[in-house]
């Protein structure tokens, strides 16, 4: 069956210092990978996605993730997080096989950025 | 303004007393789901729609219903509710050729007593 992993549940940063979370996935056909944001208190939002091409993507507020196929990685990296990146991050993957595919949500991650 | 939106934001009910949970969305979306999220668990499918009468199970369905009488709406009803189902609920939706991107709702917390 398909799975999302992100390694870190918790993760506490201070302003200005550099982030990356992990996810993998297990699934070895065609895939969408994407990243999802809930600020607190509020409901889930792309913050990027790849579907094809460069498996460098960027997304909103200076977020961007590698795709790497061999690793079955997707992770999300900000050079310089900001108290305002405090949230919730969600990696997801959408499976494609014999015409149906589904959204797999990773467990979470929560990020916390002190000023 | 593109939305889903649900209602109620916020419940707090008895076990055993039906409840229904609405959600629209303005789109014209044909692919509609609905997710519970809970702590170290991420979001789980309960149920999902393609189309207008078609609903299909996700992974975490037992104790729910939904119905898809018409494009927009989407409600997930409690029949029977129970302190496990207490929860935060997200309706979302998307488009056939949206390329899998889900528009999400903000969210129904429930706390089932």
């Known amino acids: 069956a398909q799975s999302v992993s992100q390694h870190n549940h918790h993760v506490i940063l201070s302003e200005a210092a550099s982030l990356e979370l992990g996810c993998n996935y297990s699934?070895?056909?065609?895939?969408?990978l994407f990243w999802y944001v809930q600020y607190p208190g509020q409901h889930l939002q792309l913050l990027l996605k790849?579907?094809?091409?460069?498996?460098l993507v960027k997304g909103i507020k200076g977020f961007e993730a590698e795709f790497i196929k061999s690793k079955f990685s997707f992770n999300l990296r900000k050079p310089s997080v900001q108290w305002s990146d405090t949230a919730e991050y969600f990696c997801?993957?959408?499976?494609?096989?014999?015409?149906?595919?589904?959204?797999?949500f990773g467990a979470g991650t929560r990020l916390a950025v002190h000023p | 303004e593109a939305q889903v939106t649900q209602n109620p934001r916020y419940l707090i009910t008895v076990t055993g007393k039906k409840l229904t949970v609405t959600c629209s969305q303005n789109?014209?979306?044909?692919?509609m789901s609905w997710y519970r999220q809970d702590p170290g668990l991420g979001l789980r499918q309960i149920y999902y729609?393609?189309?207008?009468?078609?609903?299909d199970k996700g992974d975490v369905p037992e104790g729910y219903k939904v119905s898809r009488k018409e494009k927009r709406n989407f409600p997930l009803i409690l029949e029977s509710p129970s302190p496990n189902q207490t929860s935060l609920y997200f309706c979302?939706?998307?488009?056939?050729?949206?390329?899998?991107?889900?528009?999400f709702g903000a969210g129904s917390r429930l706390t089932v007593l």
């Open positions: 790849y579907f094809s091409g460069d498996p």
């Open positions: 699934y070895g056909g065609t895939v969408n």
């Open positions: 979302a939706s998307r488009d056939r050729a949206g390329a899998n991107v889900l528009t």
């Open positions: 729609s393609m189309n207008v009468e078609v609903t």
């Open positions: 997801a993957v959408n499976a494609f096989s014999g015409g149906y595919n589904k959204l797999i």
């Open positions: 789109m014209n979306h044909e692919y």
